[in-house]
């Protein structure tokens, strides 16, 4: 991982917490989960810094939105708008794509407004959104664990092989081919 964990140091994700860790552990085990899973080179790249800008239930993200060029130009265009999409999307656009992903436009809550997001993009968010629930798992309150699985079982048909065998699992290293 060229470079990665020194700029998300630098950018304080070590002594933020997150779920019973640090954000950094978090965003690390996220991309290893990707990873795993098979994801392309971009999509799991978008796993390591999926939540530095804040995300709806995690507002206390390492970095502002107005550095979403350095963050380009330490992990590549595709994966920092896949990052950048991440924490932008609200929980209301979210769950419009699982009923007609092709047609959904998210809700940026950055910029207040929607827009026109493809099918392939959502999958990719579903996919992250689903590696961001497993990985905490094992960390978080048993409640809270059983809400966020139930709420992650919903993205099933929309995942890879690999990610929705986890998610049936309800375990993120589930990889039984």
Known sequence: MPGWIAFLRRAGAGGRGHSEATLLSHLVGTRELLVAWGARPALSRAGLFHSVYG??????????????????AEIGAEAELLSYLFCAVTAESLHEALAAPQGAPLHDRFLRR??????????????????????????????????????????????????ARAVAAGHPFSLSR
């Open 55 to 72: 995300t709806e239930s995690f507002h206390e993200g390492v970095l502002s939105s107005a550095r979403r060029d350095e963050v380009r």
């Open 114 to 163: 929607a827009a026109p997001v493809d099918a392939a993009t959502w999958r990719d968010l579903f996919e992250l959104t689903a590696a961001n629930a497993l990985e905490q798992l094992p960390r978080v309150p048993r409640e809270l664990g059983a809400a966020m699985l139930e709420s992650t079982r919903r993205l099933a048909p929309h995942l890879s092989r690999s990610a």
